[in-house]
């Protein structure tokens, strides 16, 4: 049962066996696997219900509907911009579908440095499976990549380096590349045709348009749940809304899971909110002599993954393409003015590559999320090896771009950079790199209630139970140990499965 603010005529208080914090991939999974073992859940979602007709591809519309802050999320210097998902489902009903699994050194890596024997490779193989199967993951067809993807495999194979089709969750896909405003097709196989719908079919009931405000915690099988409808978004009155139940499950993203935590006073855990990772990105925009329309088709179907592990250890750096419509081109291509809008008007010829780094390199944190003074902050800063990495990918998607036929290729530089050809490669070494010098993305938040088997370095177990507050879970990005270094919804998802599977459902 979906239930929204305006079916609320007063206040509401219920009880459930389980509370699950957000809807994304971590939550929609656990609720799917409750249901099916015959527990009551009660999800509540801040964000809006949607259905196919209420993603109509207009932009300007549903990137204020779907995403938090409207689009605009950003750490508090404004030198990263953080897209997540505000919606039913969670950030897979807006992401670009991309489902790579977790690499096998990553979590050989989280064996060796957090205890965690048991998300080896052999034992999160079978989770991979079972994800992959039910969201009818595969690999892009030859066939299906659009010239904007091709331009990678062409470029990469020009340079003599790695580069191939990726995997996606989708099941009949034309291609019109609106993903990142939600599938009005219903071929992009997210949370709301997947996890969630098998939840649905169970004793379970989510609450859209309705924000937990706090864990009223009260033993290891007696909480609540404090939230309330967002009303002034649909024009009727807020109502307050409280679940008691005998487990809670955090879902609320490495952004919003240490905020309803900290907001809740549950931070015996000093490590709470901190080591926050982001694959930070920047971007290359190839200008061709022929048409791209990088608006189309279907998005990431290709990537070179040559340099992940440049420093030997595991850390290193991606390239992939970004679909870009009109109204996130304009916002942002690099330039001011004339130059900008220059750029703009060649849109149909753009080629837009993006670098992503495995940041946490240096083995620090680097990044943190707290509640202060009645909002939330978000601080991070690049290490130093993570910043060299994001520099020596933004010149091999530079030469990428070139060796693919681009005329001219653009970064994101404060001070407006053109390079020609190649040999234009080196200025940008001289070129300012901090805060806002170069604007930076991010859609891959994990990291700020990381597991392992020792409450001094992690906040959760392996069975992603919080290690000071038996009987609350926390089942998001958030309790990634490290950046995953591929897109990470399959890795939440499969951890989240592993997780469960040694919770013995829950404990309950």
């Given at each position: 049962?979906?239930?929204q603010?305006?079916h609320l005529?007063?206040?509401v208080s219920?009880?459930?066996d389980?509370?699950?914090i957000g809807?994304?991939?971590?939550g929609?999974l656990?609720?799917?696997?409750l249901?099916?073992n015959g527990y009551?859940v009660?999800i509540?979602?801040?964000?809006?219900f949607v259905?196919r007709?209420d993603l109509?591809?207009?932009?300007r519309e549903?990137l204020?509907?779907?995403?938090?802050?409207?689009?605009?999320q950003?750490t508090d210097?404004?030198?990263?911009?953080i897209?997540?998902?505000?919606?039913?489902g969670g950030?897979?009903?807006?992401?670009?579908?991309?489902?790579?699994?977790?690499p096998?050194h990553?979590?050989e890596?989280?064996?060796?440095?957090?205890?965690?024997?048991e998300?080896?490779?052999r034992?999160?193989s079978?989770?991979?499976?079972?994800?992959?199967?039910r969201?009818?993951?595969?690999?892009?067809p030859d066939?299906?990549?659009?010239?904007?993807n091709r331009?990678?495999?062409?470029?990469?194979?020009?340079?003599?380096?790695?580069?191939?089709a990726?995997?996606?969750?989708?099941?009949?896909?034309i291609?019109?590349?609106?993903c990142?405003i939600?599938?009005y097709?219903?071929?992009k196989?997210?949370?709301?045709?997947?996890?969630?719908?098998d939840a649905?079919?169970?004793?379970t009931?989510v609450?859209?348009g309705?924000?937990?405000?706090?864990?009223?915690y009260f033993?290891s099988?007696?909480q609540?749940v404090?939230?309330?409808?967002l009303?002034?978004?649909?024009?009727?009155?807020s109502?307050?809304?409280r679940v008691?139940c005998?487990?809670?499950?955090?879902?609320?993203?490495a952004?919003?899971?240490?905020?309803?935590l900290q907001?809740s006073?549950l931070?015996k855990n000093?490590?709470?909110?901190k080591f926050?990772?982001?694959?930070?990105v920047?971007i290359?925009?190839g200008?061709?002599?022929?048409l791209?329309d990088?608006?189309?088709?279907?998005p990431?179907?290709t990537?070179s993954?040559?340099y992940?592990?440049?420093?030997?250890?595991?850390y290193?750096?991606?390239?992939?393409v970004?679909?870009?419509q009109p109204i996130?081109?304009g916002?942002?291509?690099?330039g001011m003015?004339e130059?900008?809008r220059?750029?703009v008007?060649?849109?149909r010829?753009?080629?837009?590559m993006?670098v992503?780094v495995?940041?946490?390199?240096?083995?620090?944190s680097?990044?943190?999320?707290?509640?202060?003074?009645?909002r939330k902050?978000?601080r991070?800063?690049l290490?130093p090896?993570d910043k060299k990495?994001?520099l020596?990918?933004?010149e091999?998607a530079i030469?990428i771009q070139?060796?693919a036929?681009?005329k001219e290729?653009?970064t994101l530089?404060?001070?407006?950079?053109k390079?020609t050809s190649?040999d234009?490669?080196?200025?940008i070494?001289?070129l300012?790199n901090?805060?806002?010098?170069?604007p930076l993305?991010?859609?891959h938040?994990?990291?700020?209630?990381?597991?392992?088997?020792n409450?001094?370095y992690s906040v959760?177990?392996?069975?992603?139970?919080?290690h000071?507050y038996p009987g609350?879970y926390?089942?998001?990005g958030?309790v990634?140990?490290?950046?995953?270094?591929?897109n990470p919804m399959?890795?939440?998802?499969?951890v989240?499965?592993?997780g469960?599977?040694?919770s013995?459902?829950?404990g309950?």
């Open positions: 049962m979906i239930i603010p305006f005529s007063e206040d219920v009880e459930t389980v509370c699950i809807s994304g991939a971590g929609s656990v609720a799917a696997r249901a099916q009551s009660i509540l979602e801040e964000g809006p259905t007709e109509n591809q207009n932009e549903l204020r509907r779907l995403y938090q802050q409207q689009a605009s950003a210097d404004m030198s990263i911009r897209l997540q998902g505000r919606v039913f950030s897979p009903t807006i992401n670009w579908m991309t489902c790579l699994r977790t096998d990553v979590l890596e989280w064996i060796r440095e957090f205890e965690l024997e998300y080896s490779p034992s999160m079978s989770h991979f499976d079972f994800v992959a199967k969201m009818k993951v595969h690999t892009v066939e299906e990549h659009n010239p904007q331009l990678i495999l062409d470029g990469a194979r020009a340079l003599g380096i790695h580069a191939e990726s995997q996606n969750n989708s099941e009949g896909c291609g019109c590349g609106y990142g939600g599938c097709y219903d071929a196989q997210d949370m709301r045709l997947t996890f969630l719908k649905l079919k169970g004793n009931t609450y859209t309705v924000r937990a405000e706090q864990i009223r033993g099988t007696e609540a404090v939230g309330v409808s009303g002034h978004e649909y024009g009727v009155p109502r307050s809304v008691s005998k487990r809670v499950v955090v879902a609320g993203s952004i919003g899971t240490p905020i309803v907001k006073r931070t000093r490590i709470l909110g926050l990772h982001l694959h930070p920047t290359a925009v200008r061709y002599d022929r791209i990088p608006s189309y088709g279907i990431q179907s990537w993954e040559e992940w592990n440049v420093n030997g250890e595991g290193g750096f991606w390239v992939e970004a679909p870009v996130l081109g916002i942002n291509m690099p003015g130059e900008r220059e750029i008007r060649n849109l010829r753009l080629g837009v993006i992503l495995r940041d946490g390199a240096d083995k620090k680097s990044g943190e999320v707290k509640w202060i003074r009645g902050s978000i991070y800063r290490s090896t990495h994001l020596m990918g933004l091999n030469e070139f060796a036929g681009a290729v653009y530089h404060a001070q407006f950079t390079l190649p234009d490669i080196p200025k070494r001289n300012r901090g805060p806002n010098e170069l993305f991010s859609a938040p994990t990291g700020t209630a990381r597991m392992g088997g409450s001094s959760v177990g392996p069975t992603l139970e919080m000071d609350v926390i089942m998001d958030s990634l140990p490290t950046a995953p270094g591929v399959i890795t939440i998802l499969g989240v499965s592993r469960y599977e040694l013995d459902n829950l309950l």
